[in-house]
């Protein structure tokens, strides 16, 4: 598969590079799409036959924002909101990034502005060595 071919436009901010998740059974395959910026995510269900895939199932989902957890020593893929998240889950969330050792980042989305604003952390912190001394 391409590079070119691993990634959309997402189609609420325009963020370029929409992750894809694939999988596959039989003739049957799925693939969901999130911006891991604002948290839009897509999700398709396609058959396919001898020549061309067949879409038996779209939908869509406004994000309202994104965030990525990596736990020291692990790894986590990126999570959307689908709904504006409460008070308890972002203090969840901020508790293991400001004071568990994990890495990653929070974004929510801004209705007003109409584009997602990083809350807390760094998409680049999965680069960072934790110190195990």
């Known amino acids: 598969?391409?590079?070119?071919d691993m990634h959309e436009p997402c189609n609420q901010?325009?963020?370029?590079?929409?992750?894809?998740?694939t999988e596959a059974w039989g003739a049957s395959s799925a693939r969901r799409l999130m911006c891991p910026v604002c948290g839009w995510t897509a999700y398709e269900?396609?058959?396919w036959d001898e020549t061309r895939?067949?879409?038996?199932m779209r939908s869509e989902a406004k994000g309202y924002g994104a965030f990525r957890l990596i736990p020291p020593g692990g790894y986590c893929g990126y999570?959307?909101?689908h709904t504006p998240p409460s008070a308890d889950v972002l203090y969840a969330l901020k508790e293991l990034l400001l004071n568990k050792g994990w890495k990653g980042y929070i974004s929510l989305w801004d209705d007003t502005e109409g584009k997602a604003f990083l809350l807390l952390g760094s998409p680049l912190d999965k680069f960072d060595v934790i110190d195990k001394k």
């Open 13 to 21: 901010c325009g963020f370029e590079y929409a992750r894809i998740d």
């Open 1 to 4: 598969m391409a590079l070119k």
């Open 53 to 56: 895939p067949e879409l038996v």
């Open 45 to 47: 269900e396609l058959n």
């Open 79 to 81: 999570n959307a909101f």
